[in-house]
Every structure is written in C-alpha cells, then in structure tokens.
C-alpha cells in the first residue's frame, strides 16, 4: 500500500501544528499567581506594548523624513517627542525594576519580538 501522501492544506496544518507545539512547550506550565510579582508583570507587558508601537512609529516616521513628506518644525516635534517618550520609558523601567532587555519576548521558534 502506497503511503499517504499530505495536500497543500493538510501539509500547511501539519506544520502550523507543530509550531503551535514548540510554542506551548516554551510556556510555562503553571501561572505565578504570587501577588508581590503581580505588579511587575502587568507593567512589564504594558511596558513591552509601549515599546513596541515606540518602535513603529520611529521606523514610520523616519520613513516619512526619508520622502520628504514631513516640515523641518514637524521633524523637530516629533524628535522631542521620541526624546521625551525614551526618558519616561527609562524611568518606568527603572520604578518597576525592569532592564531593558525584560522588555523583548521570546516567540519561540519565531525569534524575539524585538
């Protein structure tokens, strides 16, 4: 008997299932329901979130100046503004005792958020 061999989709499945593995071995089994880390938690993925859409608007923006679509007085506001949000990232961290490297996620085989 000849062996089965997958289609397009059950083969797309197959490999969507088995990142899906990889992934949910990377978790944890149990949820740290300790209520001194609860607060350091919540703000470490706040935080990450934060930095995250920092990262995108800077890249957005720097593309924005590379064509020409933006005034040297809006350049220079947002450059204030990316200042200013950097400072006050540094200093949540720096409340919550996060480095900044607490910030990047691991997404398993996928490689790091950031």
Do not use: C, W, Y
């Not at 470490?44 to 934060?50: H, N, P, W």
């Not at 204030?80 to 398993?108: C, Y």
Request: no cysteine; aromatic share 2%; hydrophobic share 40%.
């Amino acid at each position: 008997m000849k062996p089965k061999t997958l289609s397009a989709p059950e083969s797309s499945l197959a490999e969507f299932e088995g990142e899906l593995e990889q992934l949910t071995q990377a978790l944890p089994r149990r949820i740290n329901a300790d209520p001194e880390k609860v607060e350091q938690g919540l703000a470490k993925l706040v935080l990450t979130l934060i930095e995250l859409l920092r990262k995108l608007l800077e890249r957005q923006a720097l593309r924005r100046m590379e064509g020409g679509s933006l005034t040297s007085e809006e350049i220079e506001r947002m450059g204030v503004t990316f200042i200013r949000l950097e400072e006050k990232m540094v200093e949540l961290r720096a409340h919550f005792g996060l480095a900044e490297d607490d910030l990047n996620l691991s997404l398993g085989p996928l490689g790091d958020l950031m």
